[in-house]
């Protein structure tokens, strides 16, 4: 077993459940959440090399998907996959969690794994927005 399934076994059996309670504070402050993608944008954009530039394309699609169920643009989402979402944002900003961020070299790793994780779960709804984002794009113009 590899360091990134190690990290994502040990979120899976001890964290998830503490990460879900702060995700779900989220979900009914859209303000909190306004502010939590703002954070996350900003500590991408800095960290963008490394291992998150493994998983960049995905983490700005799924920034983009929470934005926009926040300002009430993408309503066809269930609530299980915003909450997933959001943990994957909220554990992504957290500086304290399996593999602390200030640990040269390692800190983005597990990051980039739950993040990794996360988009795997919710893939089909992130595909389905995308499809969604296109379109609105291309009728747009």
């Given at each position: 077993?590899d360091?990134?399934?190690?990290?994502?076994?040990?979120?899976?059996?001890?964290?998830?459940?503490?990460?879900?309670?702060?995700?779900?504070?989220?979900?009914?402050?859209?303000?909190?959440?306004?502010?939590?993608?703002?954070?996350a944008?900003?500590?991408?954009?800095?960290?963008?090399?490394?291992?998150?530039?493994?998983?960049?394309?995905?983490?700005?699609?799924?920034?983009?998907?929470?934005?926009?169920?926040?300002?009430?643009?993408?309503?066809?989402?269930?609530?299980?996959?915003?909450?997933?979402?959001?943990?994957?944002?909220?554990?992504?900003?957290?500086?304290?969690?399996?593999?602390?961020?200030?640990?040269?070299?390692?800190?983005?790793?597990?990051?980039?794994?739950?993040?990794?994780?996360?988009?795997?779960q919710?893939?089909?709804?992130?595909?389905?927005?995308?499809?969604?984002?296109?379109?609105?794009?291309?009728?747009?113009?």
């Amino acid at each position: 077993m590899d360091f990134r399934e190690k990290v994502i076994n040990t979120f899976k059996n001890k964290e998830f459940l503490k990460w879900k309670t702060k995700a779900e504070s989220y979900v009914d402050d859209k303000e909190k959440t306004k502010e939590l993608i703002e954070v996350a944008m900003e500590k991408a954009e800095n960290k963008k090399l490394g291992p998150i530039e493994e998983v960049w394309d995905k983490l700005q699609l799924l920034f983009s998907l929470v934005k926009d169920w926040v300002n009430g643009s993408y309503k066809e989402i269930s609530k299980g996959t915003i909450i997933t979402s959001i943990i994957g944002i909220v554990y992504f900003v957290s500086p304290v969690d399996i593999m602390p961020d200030f640990i040269a070299g390692l800190g983005f790793i597990d990051d980039a794994a739950i993040i990794g994780f996360v988009i795997k779960q919710i893939s089909g709804d992130l595909e389905r927005y995308k499809l969604w984002k296109d379109d609105k794009i291309i009728n747009r113009e």
